[in-house]
């Protein structure tokens, strides 16, 4: 090296030892929230063709963050039972969904998830011994909560479904064919109102028909909304049971019924897992 450059070097090096130190512009906290895909119970089989999930086997979440639990704990949203709604409608990522189109048993597999990203697989809640009536402490395990997809009923060839994703079954007695779908969220809303009006009127709560007139799309082709009603309340109780066991049969869910042990007594008994305030609001 030159003397030169040896001298610019060495100044260089004095000016950088007796320069102010400039701090370090402080590294800005970028954090995206994590998302997950939730299978459907439905696996997209009973949506109609024009629904976002018609055809899809999974829906993308985000996880639960700090913000969406404030939705949990608003008293407006609270009041008016719609804390859970508003929270699920902020974590599907997929906003063209809307919430109350959501079949019943894929929403809950949706608030199961919900429940799992923000608090754990842990649910810790008192139950009562159904043999002794011992109140005991249970922790729940969230993650082996199983599936039930829908299946026919035994004589599954009775039962079609159509493209729209409804179900036609040959009633036993009238030989009539009655055309119904599966529970939605708006439909759970629906029958939760109607009955709440009723307790407040002291009323008798609606009877099984009246999941039936929510249900059943058409009899006979007819789609007339008063005459399903009609026939709904007039046929052969036996056609009627043997519809509402073909809903049930056919309806995807959840299975939340667990294995729970009494420290009472010791009798295990098969109890599902109770849906109370601690499931979204763990102490």
């Not at 130190?21 to 439905?42: D, N």
């Not at 959501?102 to 008192?126: H, M, W």
């Not at 007339?224 to 056609?239: G, H, K, R, T, Y």
Request: aromatic share 6%; hydrophobic share 35%; with cysteine.
């Amino acid at each position: 090296m030159s003397r030169n450059k040896q001298r610019t070097a060495a100044a260089t090096d004095a000016v950088a030892a007796t320069a102010p130190t400039t701090p370090a512009a402080p590294a800005s906290l970028s954090y995206v929230t994590p998302t997950e895909f939730v299978e459907l119970p439905s696996r997209g089989k009973f949506y109609s063709t024009d629904h976002p999930l018609h055809g899809k086997e999974v829906i993308e979440m985000r996880y639960m963050t700090a913000k969406d639990e404030d939705i949990l704990t608003s008293p407006a949203l609270l009041k008016n039972g719609i804390a859970i709604n508003r929270l699920i409608e902020n974590l599907i990522v997929d906003k063209n969904i809307v919430i109350d189109s959501l079949l019943v048993g894929d929403k809950n597999a949706i608030i199961l998830a919900a429940r799992i990203s923000g608090y754990g697989e842990q649910y810790n809640v008192k139950v009562n011994c159904p043999s002794c009536g011992a109140t005991n402490e249970n922790s729940f395990d969230l993650s082996q909560i199983s599936y039930n997809y829908g299946v026919q009923p035994e004589d599954g060839n009775n039962v079609s479904l159509t493209s729209e994703g409804t179900f036609v079954v040959t009633l036993p007695t009238t030989q009539f064919d009655a055309e119904f779908r599966l529970l939605n969220g708006g439909d759970e809303t629906h029958l939760e109102q109607a009955a709440n009006k009723l307790r407040k009127l002291k009323l008798p709560e609606a009877s099984a028909t009246t999941l039936l007139k929510q249900l059943v799309v058409s009899v006979n082709g007819v789609a007339v909304p008063s005459e399903i009603s009609n026939f709904i309340d007039n046929m052969p109780a036996q056609d009627a049971r043997y519809l509402r066991a073909c809903v049930a049969t056919v309806t995807p869910n959840i299975d939340m019924t667990q294995d729970v042990e009494c420290s009472s007594c010791g009798t295990t008994t098969e109890m599902a897992v109770p849906f109370t305030s601690e499931f979204f609001w763990p102490n």
